[in-house]
């Protein structure tokens, strides 16, 4: 993790001379890691593509005024949440709720060993069970490996506003992810 | 709730000093229901880590914007082959030029003039097929070598994403069968006091 931060952190100085080969090297080290966190966000992978390149657009074009090079990981990961409440708040204003919640919960059942597909299938569908901003908050700090300082930053709350969405959907993620089970497919 | 010290979510994202994890450990250490929940959180974390990322659907395309495209000679100076190609073919010119004007010994005949003119004309024709030959190969030679660094690391990010799934469902079938025995210890219980 140091030595990508150093060489993130040459890159960035190269890319602010306009050096367009190191910020395209910039590019395709995040380019993967922004869409997949776009991706759970909007939940569209055409969407996420296309904020995905915006993101990277008005990186290029604010790079300068990124103070710290060592927070690059943050302030693009802002750039891009930002980005992905914009195109939520044009396309559904209202209401917070996820097709997912409104599904029943599933009555525990004969249970079966599951496969690692099922494991994976299993945690998805868990994560669109949770608000935008839990998941959102999941998936920084689990996925991404963000400290609480940083997702603050990103998401421009307080890290006690960050620590209760987390801990709160992490209880719901545990009590989905031990009690699912899947009926008649023994 | 629990009847740990100190918030176990807290412990397990490292957000408590050394007195405190001290703390939650000495108590860890005598209460069962308090290391259950740590490790169903520890599992739900393992689960959420094991989601495999998504490619895009297309790279971000950056440098079709011409203003941010290198300039000829960075293109050149970038890529191995070309840059082989271009010193081959400055070598041909400069054994061409010098064969053309380095000047005769002696008074050429016309005949001799011909014969060396179809020698050069000769030369050039095949080192150029010569070096276009050489320039194919090598791209050839890192393609392939390229496909198989990436198609070693696909198959070894494969089998650790495997391992790391059966994993987390052996942990997940543990914490059932516990909340399962947990449900029928309490059932039995409260059918008893009938």
């Known amino acids: 993790m140091i030595f990508r931060e150093v060489e993130d952190r040459d890159l960035i100085a190269q890319a602010r001379r306009d050096n367009v080969e190191a910020f395209n090297l910039l590019v395709s080290r995040w380019e993967k890691r922004i869409f997949n966190y776009l991706l759970r966000l909007v939940k569209n992978r055409e969407d996420a593509q296309d904020l995905a390149q915006d993101v990277f657009v008005k990186a290029h074009q604010n790079l300068r ?39 029943p919960w599933l009555e525990p059942g004969p249970t079966r060993r599951m496969l690692p597909i099922e494991v994976s299938l299993a945690v998805e569908r868990a994560l669109k069970r949770l ?33 209760s969405r987390l801990y ?12 699912v089970e899947m009926r008649g497919k023994e | 709730m629990t009847c740990s010290p100190f918030d176990l979510k807290d412990y397990l994202f490292g957000e408590l000093n050394a007195e405190e994890k001290g703390a939650v450990e000495r108590h860890l250490s005598s209460c069962a229901v308090c290391q259950d929940e740590v490790a169903a959180l520890d599992a ?82 095949r080192v150029a097929v010569a070096v276009e030959k050489a320039a194919v190969e090598i791209e050839a030679r890192q393609a392939e070598k390229l496909m198989q ?4 690391r696909l198959a070894q990010s494969d089998r650790r994403y495997e391992m790391d799934l059966r994993t987390v469902a052996d942990v997940l079938e543990r914490m059932n069968k516990r909340t399962a025995n947990v449900r029928r210890t309490a059932f039995e219980g409260g059918a008893d006091l009938q």
């Not at chain 1, 693009?76 to 599904?103: G, V």
């Not at chain 2, 660094?149 to 070693?152: E, F, H, I």
Request: charged residues 25%.
């Open chain 1, 131 to 163: 608000s935008k901003e839990q998941r959102e908050a999941v998936i920084l700090k689990v996925y991404q490996g963000f400290k609480f300082e940083e997702m603050s930053q990103i998401l421009g709350c307080p890290v006690s506003t960050v620590k």
């Open chain 2, 149 to 152: 660094v990436v198609n070693a």
């Open chain 2, 44 to 125: 739900t974390r393992s689960a959420i880590l094991c989601m495999r990322e998504e490619e895009p659907p297309r790279r971000i395309a950056f440098v079709s914007d011409k203003v941010f495209e290198p300039r000829w000679w960075q293109k050149l100076f970038s890529s191995g082959p070309q840059l082989g190609f271009a010193s081959a073919a400055m070598l041909a010119l400069a054994i061409i030029f010098h064969a053309a004007y380095v000047p005769a010994a002696a008074p050429a005949l016309p005949a001799a003039q011909l014969d060396q003119a179809a020698i050069q004309a000769e030369v050039s024709k």
């Open chain 1, 168 to 179: 709160t959907a992490l209880d719901l993620l545990k009590d989905t992810l031990t009690s």
């Open chain 1, 65 to 103: 005024k990124l103070e710290d090079p060592s927070r690059f990981a943050p302030w693009l990961y802002r750039i891009a949440h930002n980005e992905a409440y914009s195109m939520l708040r044009k396309n559904r204003p209202e209401t917070d709720l996820d097709d997912a919640q409104q599904e």
